[in-house]
């Protein structure tokens, strides 16, 4: 921290700056004597954890099925319903008689 550049800066910041880097040394943590508990010992996974793992993704993803599921009933409910809604309003028109096509009484040669 000694090597801090403080030259071009005013007098009051580097007497600052001074004051921070010894308080950050006199503060700075001491090593510590006790001794840290070990870590645990990693071993590799083994078939039975990834059957486990796998088993476990199975599981959420059929509770993502079964609420696309869901969704995708109420969406269909909804569907059903606006169509029962405009199919109620409509009116029957009987035009389906005026577009059909009658068979011509004679056929002209052009």
């Known amino acids: 921290m000694s090597n801090v550049n ?8 580097q007497q600052r700056i001074a004051e921070i880097i ?4 006199s503060t700075a943590p001491q090593a510590q004597p ?3 508990a070990a870590a645990p010992i990693q071993r ?6 990834h059957t486990v793992a796998l088993r476990q993704e199975v599981a959420a993803l059929r509770n993502e099925l079964h609420a696309v599921a869901q969704v995708t009933d109420a969406v269909g409910q909804a569907v059903g319903q606006l169509y029962q809604t405009f199919l109620g ?3 029957a028109t009987d035009q389906g008689s005026y577009y059909q096509a009658e068979a011509p009484d004679e056929v002209s040669d052009y």
């Open 89 to 91: 309003e409509s009116q």
């Open 6 to 13: 403080t030259d071009g800066l005013p007098v009051e910041m």
């Open 22 to 25: 010894e308080k950050a040394k």
């Open 34 to 36: 006790q001794q840290q």
């Open 44 to 49: 590799p996974p083994t078939l039975m954890d």
